[in-house]
């Protein structure tokens, strides 16, 4: 375990903040100052995001970053350049599925950058139904499309041209899922019936792991799946391990998870309301302490804390760019993270 924990990320999701071997200086900007969004970042049917639900740039890349957006009711990502602001660009086509000729979302829950290439994750997961409108049995068919939309990882280039290369799909990842014994019997349950989902993903090391935010497992446990990033996308052994990560506050109060925090590395099952914070890996052990709160950086309570961004490391620690679920554009806001 020790090697893959020994990062910071936000739980309910998982992200490498400090997976990339450095972070590039920007122009610095005061704790929790938003950030104003040129463009249009794109949600569904073409209006303005309120689903953002990750970003990826690409490493050691100087400031303004080309990065990778996504909005988990679309079938496309978008690129943003970020410099003290965020600017819209082009969207990035992903998957092009319909069930009884309407698109089916992808669910896009994660996005990587690694050696040139962008990966965006899907949930792996039954499709989101708060008002329980799918029925076994009865819509089956409907919810099979449905999964096997979300249960993809999609890998494209982006040329010098700033062109994409024909994106390449992949499944495997959900082979790698049902293989594994623990995950196996909540694969394809109702989310709320404590059913697989993904998070967030990164890549370390020629590995690319995956966070659930569901199933919680024994002991109150969140899931990180881990596999070889070459074999996904070969017919190689996939080599997929397992890690369970455990949770706790200081004085044995559970840090469990927190629900309203994704992106990143790790996901997390849910827990009793809690506030959000920031937490990392302390060491190479399982354990999680907490950072810094954020959830007093927005007014608003409904907006929840989707997607992180790693900007620059200064003497005062480490600044992270936020994107609200919720929010119109996701709202950016930076945050200051004292030094693991």
Same mark, same amino acid.
């Given at each position: 375990?020790?090697?893959?924990?020994?990062?910071? #990320?936000?739980?309910?999701?998982?992200?490498?903040?400090?997976?990339?071997?450095?972070?590039?200086?920007?122009?610095?900007?005061?704790?929790?100052?938003?950030?104003?969004?040129?463009?249009?970042?794109? &949600?569904?049917?073409?209006?303005?995001?309120?689903?953002?639900?990750?970003? @990826?740039?690409?490493?050691?890349?100087? %400031?303004?970053?080309?990065?990778?957006?996504?909005? !988990?009711?679309?079938?496309?990502?978008?690129?943003?350049?970020?410099?003290?602001?965020?600017?819209?660009?082009?969207?990035?086509?992903?998957?092009? !599925?319909? %069930?009884?000729?309407?698109?089916?979302? %992808?669910?896009?829950?994660?996005?990587? %950058?690694?050696?040139?290439?962008?990966?965006?994750?899907?949930?792996? &997961?039954?499709?989101?139904?708060?008002?329980?409108? =799918? $029925?076994?049995?009865? /819509?089956?068919?409907?919810?099979?499309?449905?999964?096997?939309?979300?249960?993809?990882?999609?890998? #494209?280039?982006?040329?010098?041209?700033?062109?994409?290369?024909?994106?390449?799909?992949?499944?495997?990842?959900?082979?790698?899922?049902?293989?594994?014994?623990?995950?196996?019997?909540?694969?394809?349950?109702?989310? +709320?019936?404590?059913?697989?989902?993904?998070?967030?993903?990164?890549?370390? +090391?020629?590995?690319? *792991?995956?966070?659930?935010? &569901?199933?919680?497992?024994?002991?109150?446990?969140?899931?990180?799946?881990?596999?070889? *990033?070459?074999?996904?996308?070969?017919?190689?052994?996939?080599?997929?391990?397992?890690?369970?990560?455990?949770?706790?506050?200081?004085?044995?109060?559970?840090? @469990?998870?927190?629900?309203?925090?994704?992106?990143?590395?790790?996901?997390?099952?849910?827990?009793?309301?809690?506030?959000?914070?920031?937490?990392?890996?302390?060491?190479?052990?399982?354990?999680?302490?907490? =950072?810094? +709160?954020?959830?007093?950086?927005?007014?608003?309570?409904?907006?929840?804390? +989707?997607?992180?961004?790693?900007?620059?490391?200064?003497?005062?620690?480490?600044?992270?760019?936020?994107?609200? /679920?919720? @929010? $119109?554009?996701?709202?950016?806001?930076?945050?200051?993270?004292?030094?693991?």
């Amino acid at each position: 375990m020790r090697g893959y924990l020994a990062i910071v #990320f936000f739980t309910v999701s998982l992200l490498a903040v400090l997976i990339s071997p450095a972070i590039v200086p920007a122009a610095r900007a005061q704790d929790d100052d938003s950030w104003p969004v040129k463009g249009k970042l794109v &949600g569904k049917d073409g209006d303005k995001s309120e689903n953002v639900s990750g970003i @990826a740039c690409r490493i050691g890349q100087v %400031f303004p970053r080309t990065c990778v957006v996504i909005d !988990d009711e679309r079938q496309e990502a978008q690129f943003v350049t970020i410099e003290d602001e965020l600017r819209a660009g082009e969207s990035i086509p992903l998957i092009t !599925d319909r %069930f009884a000729d309407k698109p089916i979302e %992808f669910d896009g829950e994660g996005v990587a %950058f690694a050696d040139g290439l962008s990966y965006v994750t899907g949930s792996h &997961g039954h499709p989101r139904d708060r008002k329980r409108k =799918l $029925k076994a049995g009865r /819509d089956d068919a409907e919810i099979n499309a449905k999964i096997a939309a979300s249960s993809r990882i999609i890998r #494209f280039r982006v040329g010098r041209d700033g062109a994409v290369d024909a994106a390449t799909p992949t499944a495997r990842l959900r082979e790698a899922i049902s293989a594994e014994p623990i995950l196996r019997r909540y694969l394809d349950r109702r989310l +709320e019936n404590n059913g697989v989902t993904i998070e967030g993903i990164a890549i370390r +090391e020629g590995r690319l *792991l995956a966070g659930f935010r &569901g199933p919680t497992l024994d002991d109150g446990c969140a899931a990180i799946l881990s596999v070889s *990033l070459a074999a996904l996308f070969s017919n190689g052994d996939l080599d997929a391990k397992l890690y369970q990560l455990r949770y706790g506050w200081a004085m044995d109060k559970a840090c @469990a998870i927190l629900r309203s925090i994704k992106t990143g590395y790790l996901s997390s099952p849910d827990p009793p309301p809690m506030d959000p914070a920031h937490m990392r890996c302390i060491g190479g052990s399982s354990i999680v302490r907490q =950072l810094k +709160e954020i959830s007093s950086i927005i007014s608003d309570v409904e907006y929840k804390p +989707e997607a992180i961004l790693p900007l620059d490391q200064g003497a005062s620690g480490i600044r992270l760019l936020v994107l609200f /679920d919720g @929010a $119109k554009e996701g709202k950016p806001v930076v945050v200051d993270i004292p030094e693991p």
